[in-house]
């Protein structure tokens, strides 16, 4: 779907990915709607959007709250009468820690920002989007999505499971009007970690982890417009995803070792 004169709602809109995605959505003419829990966030895009700003509305939302994401949606379809587009993008990171040190607090809040957030979003829009000429939902996996990454385990579980209901939607609504797309992020430089709660990466963390070279938010967002334009199945996001993607695909042991061996400078413990 082209994003031209479409109105496109993009979760975690205050920040890295989301923030660039709204940059690029409303510079390629697209009406767009931000959302995001930090409205101090959402306040910085919005002053980013130069003159741009008139098509961009601004609301602040937790996705964790069921209540709240289908209020904000009727009141979203009630104010701009329609969406065509919803991307799926605001996410946290688990500490680095292995399964066996992490609490079932930050368990349960990466399930639940990570999986029910994108899963809210996902059946709040949906009926409405079944009623639009063409309609596409883009929903924010991750290359630890499909391989292990230390330390964050149930990270990654929570990316397998929005992959796994992405790829079954899509076969769901193949004879309808809505495309759905998964997109699998490599590294990209964001405050992922600080707005996760976890403080800023150490260095040492940063040093192992610059095995990979991190992609700017600004060229992730492009190439994720580019493949929801595209009406990509899988979005690879940078070298390092496509790369393991295929590894994984070859030899799944050896690029979980692989992973391990680069990253395991992360973990805390
Ligand atoms: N940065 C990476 O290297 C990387 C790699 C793979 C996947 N991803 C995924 O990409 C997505 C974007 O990540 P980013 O790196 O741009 O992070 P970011 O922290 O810069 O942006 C995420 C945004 O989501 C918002 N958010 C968090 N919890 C929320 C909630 N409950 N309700 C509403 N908004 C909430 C945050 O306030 C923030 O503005 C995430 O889903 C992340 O898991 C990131």
Redesign the pocket.
């Known amino acids: 779907m082209k994003v031209q004169n479409k109105v496109i709602v993009v979760?975690?809109g205050?920040?890295?990915?989301?923030r660039e995605m709204v940059l690029n959505l409303l510079a390629k003419g697209a009406t767009v709607i931000a959302?995001?829990?930090?409205k101090t966030?959402l306040e910085e895009t919005s002053a980013l959007a130069g003159s741009n700003k008139e098509k961009l509305a601004c609301y602040e939302?937790?996705?964790?709250n069921k209540e709240a994401v289908e209020q904000c949606v009727d009141k979203i379809i009630s104010v701009h009468k329609h969406v065509d587009g919803l991307i799926n993008?605001?996410?946290?990171?688990q500490p680095f820690v292995k399964l066996n040190e992490l609490g079932y607090e930050e368990i349960e809040r990466v399930i639940k920002?990570?999986f029910y957030?994108t899963l809210y979003m996902t059946k709040a829009f949906l009926p409405h989007l079944l009623t639009r000429p063409e309609a596409h939902i883009v929903n924010?996996s991750?290359?630890?999505g499909f391989l292990p990454v230390p330390g964050q385990t149930m990270y990654g579980a929570t990316k397998a499971a929005v992959k796994l209901m992405t790829e079954g939607l899509r076969s769901e609504l193949m004879d309808t009007t809505v495309r759905v797309s998964v997109v699998f992020?490599?590294?990209?430089s964001?405050?992922?970690t600080a707005?996760s709660g976890l403080g800023n990466p150490s260095m040492a963390a940063s040093k192992e982890n610059n095995s990979f070279t991190m992609l700017s938010?600004s060229k992730a967002a492009q190439l994720i417009i580019d493949g929801m334009e595209e009406n990509r199945y899988h979005i690879l996001v940078g070298k390092d995803a496509r790369m393991m993607d295929l590894l994984s695909r070859l030899n799944p042991g050896y690029a979980a070792k692989l992973i391990y061996s680069k990253m395991k400078g992360l973990l805390v413990n």
């Open positions: 979760t975690g205050g920040s890295g990915m989301g959302l995001d829990i930090n966030a939302l937790d996705i964790t993008n605001a996410g946290i990171i920002v990570n957030g924010v991750s290359m630890g992020p490599g590294a990209v964001t405050n992922i707005n938010a």
